[in-house]
């Protein structure tokens, strides 16, 4: 439970963030900037003992989020609010960064989101061969930036296909 505070905090800001988009300007940026601050707050919320990566996730979370809020409330200015299905469905969607930039996504057909998918789960597998062949070597006599370009390639390749393969994924559930 310690280690999911952060992120049920993200959620409760989420979800009380949403009627501070239809008030004034002045009243809506101040309460943006609290829900912007408590978002990028939440990883101090993280357990002392959590691990290396709980604490990685957290803060990108908490970016993220507050992203979100920071794009969310600069729209409402211009008259651009979400409904509150539209707003929850946007802090939820991993691929969609800029709630004023959503129109501007491409409506992909149903063959080529298949297509992608697979393509990208190809990229995972060559990502995860080529980090394994690098990882591998020994690099004993070779300079510390030169393998770590290496195995970067290797691991930018399986992210790189990982965030498709989600991309994909949302769109066939029903998402922008």
Same mark, same amino acid.
């Given at each position: 439970?310690?280690?999911?505070?952060?992120?049920?905090?993200?959620?409760?800001?989420?979800?009380?963030?949403?009627?501070?988009?239809?008030?004034?300007?002045? @009243?809506?940026? =101040?309460?943006?900037?609290?829900?912007?601050?408590?978002?990028?707050?939440?990883?101090?919320? %993280?357990? %002392?003992?959590? $691990?290396?990566?709980?604490? =990685? #996730? &957290?803060? /990108?979370?908490? $970016?993220?989020?507050?992203?979100?809020?920071?794009?969310? /409330?600069?729209?409402?200015?211009?008259?651009?609010?979400?409904? #509150?299905?539209?707003?929850? %469905?946007?802090?939820?969607?991993?691929?969609?960064?800029? !709630?004023?930039?959503?129109? %501007?996504?491409?409506?992909?057909?149903?063959?080529?989101?298949?297509?992608?998918?697979?393509?990208?789960?190809?990229?995972?597998?060559?990502?995860?061969?080529? =980090?394994?062949?690098?990882?591998?070597?020994? !690099?004993?006599?070779?300079?510390?930036?030169?393998?770590?370009?290496?195995?970067? &390639? $290797?691991?930018? #390749? $399986?992210? @790189?296909?990982? /965030?498709?393969?989600?991309?994909?994924? !949302?769109?066939?559930?029903?998402?922008?």
């Amino acid at each position: 439970m310690d280690r999911a505070m952060p992120f049920l905090l993200l959620a409760l800001v989420g979800g009380l963030a949403y009627p501070g988009l239809r008030f004034d300007r002045p @009243l809506r940026i =101040l309460v943006g900037a609290v829900f912007v601050a408590a978002a990028l707050l939440s990883p101090l919320l %993280a357990p %002392a003992d959590s $691990g290396l990566s709980t604490r =990685l #996730l &957290v803060i /990108f979370a908490s $970016g993220f989020v507050a992203m979100k809020f920071f794009d969310l /409330f600069i729209g409402a200015a211009r008259a651009d609010s979400p409904s #509150l299905r539209s707003y929850l %469905a946007f802090l939820a969607n991993p691929c969609l960064l800029v !709630w004023r930039r959503r129109d %501007a996504e491409p409506q992909v057909p149903l063959a080529e989101n298949f297509r992608r998918l697979v393509r990208d789960a190809a990229q995972i597998a060559i990502g995860l061969l080529v =980090l394994k062949g690098f990882w591998v070597i020994r !690099w004993d006599a070779m300079p510390f930036w030169l393998e770590h370009g290496f195995k970067a &390639v $290797g691991f930018y #390749l $399986g992210v @790189l296909g990982l /965030f498709g393969i989600i991309a994909a994924l !949302w769109r066939l559930a029903g998402g922008v």
